[in-house]
């Protein structure tokens, strides 16, 4: 196979398109999604998505990624880059030299879950990734490239692809709404790939609309958190969606952000 310095980059847009406005080219990619979901025969490129595993079962410096308990991912390129700052960079040939190394965010937190409808009890310790958590090509052909992507949280991972494909919320809501996966974990992944605004007012509204209520009514006595940044947001007369993706920066903290930037 070749190295991954041999990986032909993609830009995105593709020269031939670069005229034309991103929304559109997203809109079509929408349109087109159910000729391209769950179709591994025609994607281009395959994503390893690493699973923790429980502490000892291996050493979190065990260098074999293929060691590592993983999803594969069989995706188009197209639909990533589209909605993804940071597989447009990857697929643009940048290489994890370029990426600054972050280590990954801790599990959503206790509170968090509580807060949300999920009845999964917390383990007594957390599992372990790999130490080396840049996202980066791994060794594959020039045409079908596959990249190593550590994610902050594995569980919500489908969720998201869902969406970059087809621009729905709906699958995400139900989750949310069952307890499957957390916000918080959500919220980490959009940073960690540079998703789009849109799903950020999402993940906004649904803080306002579940969790914050959730939160105020547990704490009913001034606190020192966040709290009341976002009690403010919800009380004003901002607009909905600017207030939504407000809410959703202000609880995320940029001095949290989670998203691998380029040198």
Not at 45 to 62: F, H, K, L, Q, S
Not at 183 to 202: M, P, S
């Amino acid at each position: 196979m070749d190295s991954p310095q041999c990986f032909s980059p993609r830009p995105f847009p593709p020269p031939a398109l670069a005229d034309v406005p991103l929304e559109y080219i997203v809109d079509q990619l929408h349109h087109l999604a159910s000729n391209y979901w769950n179709k591994p025969d025609t994607a281009d490129c395959i994503i390893v998505v690493p699973i923790p595993t429980p502490p000892g079962r291996r050493r979190a410096t065990d260098p074999d990624v293929h060691a590592v308990p993983h999803l594969t991912l069989r995706l188009h390129s197209d639909y990533l880059c589209a909605k993804s700052t940071l597989f447009r960079d990857l697929f643009n040939g940048d290489s994890s030299r370029d990426l600054v190394q972050r280590s990954p965010p801790p599990r959503p937190s206790s509170s968090s879950s509580s807060s949300s409808s999920s009845s999964s009890s917390s383990s007594s310790s957390s599992p372990v990734l790999p130490q080396n958590t840049t996202p980066r090509m791994m060794p594959s052909s020039t045409s079908h490239p596959i990249i190593f992507l550590p994610v902050p949280d594995p569980r919500s991972i489908h969720l998201l692809i869902h969406w970059i494909y087809f621009g729905r919320t709906d699958h995400i809501e139900t989750c949310l709404e069952q307890g499957a996966v957390h916000w918080e974990g959500l919220a980490q992944n959009v940073e960690y790939l540079g998703l789009t605004t849109d799903i950020k007012i999402f993940l906004g509204r649904w803080y306002n609309n579940w969790l914050l209520p959730a939160r105020r009514q547990c704490h009913k006595h001034p606190s020192s958190d966040d709290g009341d940044d976002d009690l403010a947001l919800v009380e004003s007369g901002e607009d909905p969606e600017i207030s939504d993706e407000h809410s959703y920066l202000t609880k995320r903290g940029r001095t949290r952000s989670l998203r691998v930037r380029v040198l």
